[in-house]
T-cell receptor
Framework: SQQGEEDPQALSIQEGENATMNCSYKTSINNLQWYRQNSGRGLVHLILIRSNEREKHSGRLRVTLDTSKKSSSLLITASRAADTASYFC??????????FGTGTRLTVIP | DSGVTQTPKHLITATGQRVTLRCSPRSGDLSVYWYQQSLDQGLQFLIQYYNGEERAKGNILERFSAQQFPDLHSELNLSSLELGDSALYFCASSVVGSRGMDEQFFGPGTRLTVL
């Protein structure tokens, strides 16, 4: 299966700390995307990194991609209570559909 | 607000019944995707339509079917419902074929409860 796996499954941190989530996948990809989901709501796209990129930044988000290890990480710096959500990585191969990972549930404690 | 709308928000029905979920993509998006999210299965891709044609199929059961209409809205039909079909069903849309415009925009979902 192409589906990615996030690690850890759940993460709890204090407000102001950094949060790091990892994603591993199985086959070659065109790009990898990170999405956030607030409880019971639709997913929101955060950032996309292409297979020829190694690092990308967007505000407090930093994404890295290591295609040799088939892994990616999402770093959220200076976390806020509003960052509490589930975070999913999704991989895109040659097809147009995305394969989503199992998600990391992040809790930021005020 | 992603611009993708889904109706209804909630649906409660009985086993054996048939329901239709509706999705309107963002203005200009030609692709519509359907996903099922349940506690034990995570987010599962079901099917994709592009400009009215089926483009990709995922883990969609034979009891389920979908279509995309000329106005680009899509419907997901679920029949002979079972308890295990209870889940959140999401629709997403994207601009397919445009360089760099690969992200999918998700609707708020339809929560289906089968009793």
């Amino acid at each position: 299966s192409q589906q990615g796996e996030e690690d850890p499954q759940a993460l709890s941190i204090q407000e102001g700390e950094n949060a790091t989530m990892n994603c591993s996948y199985k086959t070659s990809i065109n790009n990898l995307q990170w999405y956030r989901q607030n409880s019971g709501r639709g997913l929101v796209h955060l950032i996309l990194i292409r297979s020829n990129e190694r690092e990308k930044h967007s505000g407090r988000l930093r994404v890295t991609l290591d295609t040799s290890k088939k892994s990616s990480s999402l770093l959220i710096t200076a976390s806020r209570a509003a960052d509490t959500a589930s975070y999913f990585c999704a991989t895109r191969t040659g097809a147009n559909n995305l394969f989503f990972g199992t998600g990391t549930r992040l809790t930021v404690i005020p | 607000d992603s611009g993708v709308t889904q109706t209804p928000k909630h649906l409660i029905t009985a086993t054996g019944q048939r329901v239709t979920l509706r999705c309107s993509p963002r203005s200009g998006d030609l692709s519509v995707y359907w996903y099922q999210q349940s506690l034990d299965q995570g987010l599962q891709f079901l099917i994709q339509y592009y400009n009215g044609e089926e483009r990709a199929k995922g883990n969609i059961l034979e009891r389920f079917s979908a279509q995309q209409f000329p106005d680009l809205h899509s419907e997901l039909n679920l029949s002979s419902l079972e308890l295990g079909d209870s889940a959140l069903y999401f629709c997403a849309s994207s601009v397919v074929g445009s360089r760099g415009m690969d992200e999918q925009f998700f609707g708020p979902g339809t929560r289906l409860t089968v009793l």
